[in-house]
């Protein structure tokens, strides 16, 4: 049982254009949400999280939205660069949990 | 700055070897995990463990088994490698969370280690 799904596995966007990842969860338990940014050969690395109690939260370039009703979040990425090109990964926790759940994965490619 | 470190980045094994893959944090983090990761099926977690000596099985912890003796070493343990344990190993660590601090729940993960059993 897939409880965080990332359901587009790759994303094609121009340089300098908005990248928006997708993704969806299904245990309404969860409280806290994470982007993670994976490079080939290399281990993930934290990129931007947000708490059930807020909907938006931004740093630079970067802003991830919750919509709790829709158990839906979304990363935007303003504007793009060649050096976003990764493997983004969403996570969730519920308090105490003390462990992440994550999805499988969206690869996005910027273009120049 | 956390630093998780992993005792090899490639790894070359023989079906039926003993395989050992060790990870050490210097953040003095309580949390340690160990993940493996596979296309199209994101982190899939094998182990973890909240403190010295104490571990729970994860979502995948079949054929795998895990040691910690020192609060900054976790070690993960391929009893008889298969073939079907060839993937990217990733270990992480995270502090505490004491209540409402959801920010302690940040892992920070270590570079990988990229086994293949022939």
């Known amino acids: 049982d897939q409880q965080v799904k990332q359901n587009s596995p790759s994303l094609s966007v121009q340089e300098g254009r908005i990248s928006i990842l997708n993704c969806d969860y299904t245990?309404?338990?969860?409280?806290?949400f994470l982007w993670y940014k994976k490079y080939p050969a290399e281990g993930p690395t934290f990129l931007i999280s947000i708490s059930s109690i807020k909907d938006k939260n931004e740093d630079g370039r970067f802003t991830v939205f919750l919509n709790k009703s829709a158990k839906h979040l979304s990363l935007h990425i303003v504007p793009s660069q060649p050096g976003d090109s990764a493997v983004y990964f969403c996570a969730a926790s519920s308090q105490g949990a003390q462990k992440l759940v994550f999805g499988q994965g969206t690869r996005l490619t910027i273009n120049p | 700055d956390v630093k998780v470190t992993q005792s090899s980045r490639y790894l070359v094994k023989r079906t039926g070897e003993k395989v050992f893959l060790e990870c050490v944090q210097d953040m003095d983090h309580e949390n340690m995990f160990w993940y493996r990761q596979d296309p199209g099926l994101g982190l899939r977690l094998i182990y973890f463990?909240?403190?010295?000596?104490?571990?729970e099985k994860g979502d995948i912890p079949e054929g795998y088994s895990v040691s910690r003796e020192k609060k900054e070493r976790f070690s993960l343990i391929l009893e008889s490698a298969s073939t079907n344990q060839t993937s990217m190993y990733l270990c992480?660590?995270?502090?505490?969370?004491?209540?409402?601090?959801?920010?302690?729940?940040?892992?920070?993960f270590g570079p990988g280690t990229r086994l293949l059993v022939l």
């Open positions: 992480a660590s995270s502090s505490r969370t004491g209540g409402i601090l959801a920010e302690q729940e940040t892992q920070y």
């Open positions: 463990s909240y403190d010295v000596k104490m571990k």
């Open positions: 245990n309404s338990m969860f409280d806290y």
